[in-house]
């Protein structure tokens, strides 16, 4: 059964940061590119950023771009978002998915349950 288990969201100030792990069992990690997406209350969810499967390429929305970092330890299963200088408008659930290589949520195979990320500003 394939897992996908996001950890460390949390409160953080305006201006913080936070580091997010998606921990994967079940499946093949090293061959699947994996994704972060994100959702906030009343919208659509959107994604976030991009890895492919060996970590050699990512890939972010303009949004977060120059402030999140993608990255994965193959070794270890896991994936990982770091995110910097964070603002009010980045307050959503996230979630990591794994699947192709894209920008589109449909083109992921599994999801993680997501983790709240909230920022006070």
């Known amino acids: 059964q394939v897992q996908l288990v996001e950890s460390g969201g949390g409160l953080v100030q305006a201006g913080g940061s936070l580091r997010l792990s998606c921990a994967a069992s079940?499946?093949?990690?090293?061959?699947?590119?994996m994704g972060w997406f994100r959702q906030a209350p009343g919208k659509e969810r959107e994604f976030v950023g991009r890895?492919?499967?060996?970590?050699?390429?990512?890939d972010y929305a303009d949004s977060v771009k120059g402030r999140f970092t993608i990255s994965r330890d193959n070794a270890r299963n896991t994936m990982y978002l770091r995110m910097n200088s964070l603002k009010p408008e980045d307050t959503a659930v996230y979630y990591c998915?794994?699947?192709?290589?894209?920008?589109?949520?449909?083109?992921?195979?599994?999801w993680g349950q997501g983790t709240q990320v909230t920022v006070s500003s």
């Open positions: 998915a794994a699947g192709q290589y894209s920008s589109m949520p449909g083109l992921y195979d599994y």
């Open positions: 079940g499946l093949a990690f090293g061959s699947y590119a």
């Open positions: 890895i492919t499967w060996g970590g050699g390429s990512t």
